[in-house]
């Protein structure tokens, strides 16, 4: 699989007060497959086997243990990091990141805040932005990414997203939102966690540039792909390209950050 070539190793945290909002999609379809050989460091009460871990370095972590994760970020210095912190633990990270983020060293490169256009949601990342912002986080390095957006409705979403972040905070301040990127409601994502895979887990089809299935080439040889893989393999070759260009939509907001 090809991967994007970065001039340096991006720390990317994905956290949200709300729930439900994709945080984990994130983590695992837009930028493990795309960041090269990332350290996975999970913060919360995940259940191991809702996602595909083949290949995976990851780390499970309490909410307790802020300070062991904000470690790792120093000791794989040489590696990209996507930290991806459940909600039930989001106040307890926030709490301890306060106490050890510095206006000089934030120990992450950008926080992505996933948003619906649900009210609840927009204020809780809205909370989880004013939260970071007050612990040093500056708005640069703060990201809405819109989510979980119903075909048909997109321009009305990114618009209450928007509006939302113009309506609070004072024009020049507030997370920054991507440029007409979102993340679509899909079922498929429900579906790929069902049968164990994720977007990393694709193999090139032979003879065939452009198209990736998520069965191996020996099963490919052996005529027996497993029947989850068959009815999700003709999905891929719309969702991979949709989420590589999410991601460097959302790579553009690091300026260190380099697209081969």
């Known amino acids: 699989m090809e991967h994007a070539q970065n001039a340096f190793h991006p720390k990317i945290c994905i956290l949200s007060a709300a729930g439900g909002c994709g945080k984990t999609t994130l983590a695992v379809n837009l930028f493990r497959p795309f960041l090269e050989n990332p350290l996975m460091l999970f913060m919360g009460p995940f259940p191991e086997k809702m996602f595909s871990l083949k290949g995976m370095e990851a780390h499970f972590m309490r909410g307790s243990e802020v300070n062991d ?27 301890g990141v306060k106490a050890c983020f510095t206006p000089k060293d934030v120990f992450f490169d950008l926080f992505v805040i996933p948003v619906t256009a649900d009210p609840y949601s927009l204020h809780r990342g809205m909370w989880t932005a004013d939260y970071l912002h007050d612990a040093h986080v500056p708005w640069e390095k703060i990201l809405f990414l819109p989510v979980r957006v119903n075909e048909g409705a ?75 893989f068959i009815r999700l393999e003709e999905e891929m070759d719309y969702l991979r390209p949709r989420m590589k260009r999410v991601f460097n939509e959302v790579m553009t907001h690091l300026p260190d950050f380099t697209q081969a």
């Not at 994760?69 to 709490?95: G, H, K």
């Not at 321009?155 to 679509?184: M, N, S, W």
């Not at 887990?201 to 080439?217: K, N």
């Open 154 to 228: 997109e321009k009305d979403a990114l618009c209450a997203v928007q509006q939302a972040v113009r309506d609070h905070y004072p024009e020049g301040t507030g997370p920054r939102i991507p440029e007409g990127e979102f993340i679509e409601e899909n079922p498929v994502f429900d579906d790929m966690y069902g049968a164990g895979v994720c977007l990393t887990d694709l193999s090139e089809v032979p003879d065939a540039p452009g198209r990736w299935s998520l069965c191996c080439q020996s099963e490919r040889e052996a005529g027996k792909p497993s029947p989850a």
């Open 69 to 95: 994760l904000l470690v790792q970020t120093v000791v794989y210095a040489d590696r990209p990091i996507i930290a991806d912190i459940r909600m039930n633990v989001v106040e307890a990270f926030l709490d």
